[in-house]
């Protein structure tokens, strides 16, 4: 069983459209993140939330949007999307100790 | 947020120990110590975490100094399924796991 599961694993998309990856975790936690990993590598955390709340908003454009129907579920849509939009966004969930990360999901924008 | 350093790649033999160094000089007495990895392809994996005292799991240990502003993820044996980057990061309330650069493990057969 799949503890983080993202949906689509990989997205290719042109500029201007707007789109969404889902994020389902069936591990019971209250918190939830997305992180976006650019061409370098680099990891950053995007959006934190718990208990379907927003608690980390990582300076992020207003044209991502993060969405939370339940505890479970943590989806990303993505407005007007752009060239530098492109990288591996990864869905997290922790409950107070270790976060469990799903696969990723790679988007390119062209 | 407390920083940490580590060195940008390690080599290791395989099934030799493996010690990846960690320095976080700023870190806070509330801050947990994390490790995670990343295998090539995947999302990061977490490894270990301590606060004061060494820990061990079935997959690592990790080893903390008494003043705290250093620490060390030892890997006993490492394997060729061990090479991946591996990240020291500070966790200090929020459950807000920021990564760093991370070392990258290259474990040579």
């Known amino acids: 069983d799949t503890a983080v599961s993202q949906t689509p694993k990989y997205l290719v998309t042109q500029m201007g459209n707007d789109k969404s990856i889902k994020c389902e975790q069936n591990?019971?936690?209250?918190?939830m993140y997305w992180y976006k990993q650019d061409s370098k590598k680099f990891l950053k955390i995007m959006f934190s939330y718990n208990n379907k709340e927003l608690i980390i908003n990582e300076t992020v454009p207003n044209r991502f949007s993060p969405k939370s129907p339940d505890k479970a579920h943590l989806n990303l849509h993505i407005n007007s999307l752009e060239l530098g939009d492109s990288a591996v966004y990864f869905c997290?969930?922790?409950?107070?100790?270790?976060?469990?990360f799903g696969q990723g999901t790679r988007l390119t924008v062209v | 947020d407390a920083k940490t350093t580590q060195p940008n790649s390690m080599e290791s033999n395989e099934e030799e120990p493996v010690h990846l160094p960690c320095n976080h000089s700023t870190i806070s007495g509330t801050d947990y110590i994390h490790w995670y990895r990343q295998l090539p392809s995947q999302g990061p994996e977490y490894v270990i975490h301590?606060?004061?005292s060494n820990v061990n799991n079935r997959m690592a240990s990790l080893a903390i100094a008494e003043d705290r502003k250093s620490s060390t993820l030892i890997l006993h044996r490492a394997t060729l399924r061990d090479a991946a980057v591996y990240y020291c990061i500070l966790e200090g309330g929020y459950q807000k796991v920021t990564f760093g650069t991370g070392t990258k493990l290259q474990v040579i057969p």
């Open positions: 997290a969930s922790s409950h107070q100790t270790a976060a469990f």
């Open positions: 301590g606060l004061t």
């Open positions: 591990l019971g936690h209250d918190t």
